[in-house]
């Protein structure tokens, strides 16, 4: 797995060179002061490792490294003749993740390669951006992955855009909409919805009804044989501030056949996503008359109320009366509620239509390798990193960033490269290009042959093990399967007569030639996946 690992990150490299970056290392601890400035120290969350030093001072385990680049090159870069610069690292990272899982999907230590590019202006991050784009793209097409480049939302991160590069996967944890009829591709989380059309029809006055024991969108809906489409879903939050003791009610409305986008609702109110949860309804009712399970935005004070887009243009809706057992038919904005914030609060989902062009759109779902964001003036500004211009103003540097998760990678790798006996690794990565067994270890012929083929192999630059373990043939064979090696040469019973057994892995059957050949034939063969 590191010989495999260390492929990835060899590639890496090579393409992050010839994208004109510079390789550095940075160290793993980090001061607070730095991410104090930036404002992050609170807004990253308990996602981040905290700890202090013999003299009580605040540092943090990297999960990420904007502010030291930003740091590094705000001392060393003064003039404009220094810029453009694209500096990166692969280097050990730390999120303290609330449940790890799926091995090296989700880890709290993970590797990483991490670049910040540092332009003169707009125009020139618009270029580095793209060069990692290409760059990216070459990265994970030598990997031997399918996979997607979709707009994504920046996080904690920040910016103005970014792209999240996805490995098709069933186990993937991201979703991705995507269109076919036009180049839309998305994250759930960053697409855009497509509101309905306004209804025409004329708004009637309000009318509270009993609705005993509804408190799902379903009931009410079935107990008033309305659509839930003409229905209003409550959703109730508490969100935090930076004091302990400081905090908010929020009640975000949507239509009630449609899902929340958490994502949506946080960068909406401006908050970091560690700083919202659901509200006990209990507490919240005391406070802002919310009423659980049949809570609507007609009786609610004391409260920010977000409203989906899509419920300024319907008529005559359902909505929670904020009593008990109660609800009041024929809600509409504006005449009867307002919402401090109005924005698309929606989930895509399959089918709905799709933000560019109308057609229906489609899922899928990835596995995140790599993200590329455009920082601008976020960290640059915040931290003061400058440079003078020809006519020896100040400016501020415009910036850029650009991950890849080598181990999440490797795992991605496998996810697409199996069958039921194991791993098929690409040539690219494979930790060997070929193995060569030797069926009965105690045959002084096949061992020599076995080592003749062996050494024709290194020979040629293969990259070649042999396996002469005292074990039975079906065990070496499994192993060999389940490591994934891309050629098998077997040395057995007819070694005397100078045969062998040569298969591919992505291959059910093999066929008989002769040691030499077998050995041609697959330094031939690892020398062309390698050249794709």
């Known amino acids: 797995g590191y010989r495999s690992l260390r492929k990835i990150e060899g590639i890496i490299r090579e393409e992050m060179d010839a994208a004109g970056a510079q390789e550095i290392h940075m160290s793993a601890l980090q001061p607070a002061e730095l991410w104090q400035e930036s404002g992050r120290w609170y807004a990253y969350g308990p996602e981040m490792w905290r700890l202090k030093d013999r003299n009580e001072r605040d540092f943090c385990l990297g999960p990420t490294h904007e502010e030291i680049f930003t740091d590094i090159v705000r001392d060393e870069v003064s003039s404009y003749r220094q ?237 929670g009366a904020c009593e008990v057992d109660h609800h009041i038919k024929n809600v509409n904005y504006d005449r009867d509620y307002k919402g401090d914030i109005v924005t698309d609060l929606k989930l895509l989902k399959v089918g709905d239509k799709c933000p560019l062009c109308g057609a229906p759109v489609k899922m899928a779902r990835g596995i995140a390798v790599g993200q590329v964001f455009k920082l601008g003036t976020k960290y640059s500004k915040s931290m003061g990193a400058y440079y003078k211009d020809e006519n020896m103003e100040s400016q501020l540097i415009i910036m850029g960033c650009y991950g890849i998760g080598v181990t999440r990678t490797l795992a991605a790798i496998v996810e697409q490269h199996h069958d039921d006996n194991g791993i098929i690794w690409p040539m690219s990565v494979a930790p060997y290009h070929a193995i060569v067994t030797i069926v009965s270890s105690g045959d002084e012929v096949q061992t020599a042959l076995a080592e003749a083929i062996y050494q024709e192999l290194q020979k040629a630059g293969v990259e070649a093990v042999l396996d002469d373990r005292n074990e039975r043939p079906g065990v070496k064979f499994k192993d060999a399967d389940i490591l994934g090696i891309p050629v098998r040469i077997t040395v057995g019973k007819k070694a005397a007569e100078g045969l062998v057994e040569y298969k591919l892995r992505k291959e059910a059957s093999f066929t008989e030639i002769s040691g030499h050949e077998a050995a041609a034939q697959a330094i031939a063969y690892i020398a062309s996946e390698l050249n794709k």
């Open 83 to 319: 810029l453009p610069l694209n500096l990166y690292q692969i280097q050990t990272k730390y999120r303290d993740e609330k449940r790890p899982r799926f091995g090296l999907m989700r880890s709290r230590e993970f590797i990483m390669k991490d670049a910040y590019s540092f332009d003169r202006n707009w125009e020139g991050l618009d270029k580095s951006y793209q060069d990692m784009y290409g760059a990216y793209e070459k990265v994970f097409t030598r990997c031997g992955l399918v996979f997607r480049a979709v707009e994504a939302d920046t996080g904690a991160i920040g910016g103005s855009a970014s792209h999240e590069f996805t490995a098709l996967s069933d186990v993937g944890e991201s979703e991705i909409a995507y269109c076919d009829h036009c180049d839309m591709a998305a994250t759930t989380e960053r697409a855009a919805c497509v509101d309905d059309a306004p209804d025409t029809e004329s708004e009637l006055p309000m009318e509270k009804v009993v609705t005993p024991g509804t408190k799902t969108i379903e009931e009410v809906a079935g107990f008033l044989k309305v659509d839930q489409k003409k229905t209003i879903k409550a959703l109730l939050f508490k969100v935090y501030g930076e004091a302990e003791d400081q905090f908010e009610y929020v009640a975000a409305f949507i239509r009630g056949d449609r899902e929340l986008n958490m994502t949506k609702l946080v960068n909406a109110l401006g908050i970091p996503e560690h700083a919202i949860e659901f509200a006990n309804e209990n507490e919240m009712g005391e406070a802002t008359g919310a009423v659980g399970g049949f809570t609507g935005p007609t009786g609610l004070h004391d409260c920010k109320i977000v409203v989906d887009s899509e419920l300024i243009g319907q008529k005559n809706l359902v909505a």
